[in-house]
């Protein structure tokens, strides 16, 4: 009896397989053209009931044309097929109930029991597959077009094998055509800069080690490619194997060659702003300051550090002749202002300042900031300060020198007729003259003459410095020809003069001897009754001048008269106990300020005097 072939679609076994399959299965039926299986993830992926898929066939359930073929005919063909036992997988499309079009696989093979032309249909979904290779594609040409733009060129150099594989860009940043058929390594070291070939070689030879572990670089190297230096960055991976053997390098490489410029371009920027004398300070356009460069710091004494961020207003201004408000207007007018200002830093000192400010902007046009260039100007203020007063004093001093000239000139014309008519008369009157006219005319006579002297000692104070012209002068010999002069008073007296050594310096002959004469004649004139006159000239150098001191052991000055001795005709003593016109000391100044000197006196009344002058050296 022949054994009534078994239903496979009954047992159980088949049942876990096509339930518990991965994939969507279906059983096709032949004869009827229709499904007559299939499990749950079929009905899912048609998003139909077991009751519909029952009803329909492969055709039903594919649009139209498939692949570029009539589905009906072409399902047909691939049945046929798998009757014949050709068990491929063919890619089809199916479209489901929403008539939505899926990409497919489908593994089509003969099914038992044979007699009944039964199909198993396997489903492989490629929608998921398919979206994954067009987001690799995708994500492959992002990653190019990312290079491109970024400029980064990627290698992947296959350590066993010794090849190095670089992209285009990677051959651009090399200064190669892409494609160009080189041997990389080789070509590599050849560009390679020498400073940093040094480094290179030892480092991969270190790095490769297999006990290093060493995974990821980050460097810079040069290349020098037509006789120009590129800066290039490179990052990368050291993949290794388990025994720590390197099989690949791979990474990218980034020109940095313009932000290494750039960056010594700012360095030299900076270092030339630090070594100018002027102040530099840059605000941006809120006036915080940005920048204070080593001049500012020295000029205004606040550091960098304590102004950097704070408001420019901080550093108190005055604009002189112009109001704050109007030099902004004019200088936002303008884009730029100059002139000189009164500022204080921290110690709170006025400068004048010398400043320029320019508008900052950047290529687009707009304001970005404030740059101020400053200069002390502080001492060529007071240098043309001096200047005028001094020339306003030599003016008030020449006009004085031809009135005090002329004045003695025309002064000595009635001086001579009063002499000559004085004389005559006492030769007409000679026998007839009693005691008392005698005395008189000799009152008259001595007055006279104490004019011509007085008139005298003007002129002379009005010559000082007129017809002379300085020269190197050796005090020491001054002083021993004004002691020459002296000679008659300094034996009379029995006055005793100590002499330092004494500097050479530039000045006027003739009235630097009058100097050290009238001085030294003077305290020996007012000696003490009784006291031998003691002088001594000592001089000390100061940092920039000369001081002279002449000190005697006289009669003193009382303090509250000190100040008045200089002044012309000025005495403190009755010309009867000390002969003088009381004009000594006002040459002694005037001769001190012709060269640029200050001269005092400190005194006590009956404790001798001493007289101190300063000549520049
Ligand atoms: P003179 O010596 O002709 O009086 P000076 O101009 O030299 O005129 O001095 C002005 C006055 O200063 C003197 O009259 C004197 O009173 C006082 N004086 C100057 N030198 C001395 C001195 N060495 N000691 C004290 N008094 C002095």
Known sequence: MQKEPVDILQQERYRVLIDHAPQPVLIFDVKSGKFIDFNHKAELFF???????????????????????????YANTRIQKALDGDSSIFPWVHRNSTGEEIQCDIWLVRFPPYDRQLLSATIIDKTQKLAMERALSDSE???????????????????????????????????????????KLQYLFNVLHPEDEIWMQPRLNQVTQPETDFTFFDREYRIIVSGETRYLQINGSFFRDENGIVERVVGTVRDITAKKLAEEQLTYQAALLENVS?????????????????????????????????????????????????????????????????????IGRSMNILSSVNILRNPAGKVIGYIAINRDITKEKEAEKQKLRARQLELKNKELERFAYVVSHDLQEPLHTVKGFVHLLEHHLRENLDEQSTEFIERIDQSVDRMYKLIRALLDYSRIGLYEKAKEVDCNDLVYASLDDLEAQIRETGACIHIAHLPKLNGYETELRLLFQNLISNGIKFRRENVSPVIQITVRKTEEEWEFCVADNGIGILTKHQHRIFAIFHRLNP????????????????IVELHGGKIWVESNLEHGSKFFFTIPD
Not at 309 to 317: A, D, E, M, N
């Open 47 to 73: 998003k139909l009931s077991g009751a519909q898929l029952r009803t329909l066939g492969p055709a039903d359930l594919s649009p139209e044309v498939v692949d570029g073929k009539d589905a009906f005919a």
């Open 141 to 183: 040409e992002r990653l190019k077009l990312a290079l491109q733009v970024t400029g980064l060129g990627t290698f992947d150099w296959d350590f066993q094998g010794n090849i190095l594989y670089w992209d285009d860009q990677m051959h651009m940043l090399h200064g190669l055509s892409p494609g160009a058929t080189v041997d």
């Open 278 to 346: 002027e102040a530099v300070i840059s605000t941006d356009e809120y006036f915080t300051i940005r920048s204070w460069n080593e001049a500012a710091e020295s000029l205004y004494g606040w550091t960098a550090e304590e102004m950097i961020g704070k408001s420019i207003f901080l550093i108190q201004t005055d604009y002189l002749d112009e109001e704050g408000d109007d030099v902004l207007f004019e200088f936002k007018q303008h884009g730029y202002w100059k002139g000189e200002v009164i500022q204080k830093g921290k």
């Open 575 to 590: 010309q009867t106990q000390y002969s003088g016109t009381g004009i000594g000391l006002s040459h002694c100044q005037k």
